[in-house]
């Protein structure tokens, strides 16, 4: 993967940078123990170790795959900005991807 301006930009973002402002946001903190509270729930449902481990790998592709979607709607939101400063004429045209 080829390390453009705008993709360090997103890694670091979506990264460290952005962890720490999730986790001290309220929504997501209640969400978060909402999820915590639903996992312990399926613990107790009696769920073999291959059933486990089937709701486990789905949970990690579930997780992958949104914060896929997170690091594109970044991406995106810092391409729209661009262009919209290159309308505006505050920055010179050229490629920002």
Known sequence: MENTILKILVK???GERFESIVSAEKEYIR???EVEIL???LKG????KEQSLAVDRLLTAYNECNF???E???????????????ELD??????FD
Do not use: N, V, W
């Open 39 to 41: 996992l312990e729930q």
């Open 12 to 14: 670091k973002m979506t």
């Open 68 to 70: 896929r979607y997170s």
């Open 72 to 86: 594109l709607a970044y991406m995106q939101g810092m391409k729209d900005t661009a262009a919209m400063l290159k």
């Open 31 to 33: 969400r978060s123990r």
């Open 90 to 95: 505050l920055i010179k045209a050229g490629t």
């Open 45 to 48: 449902c009696g769920l073999t």
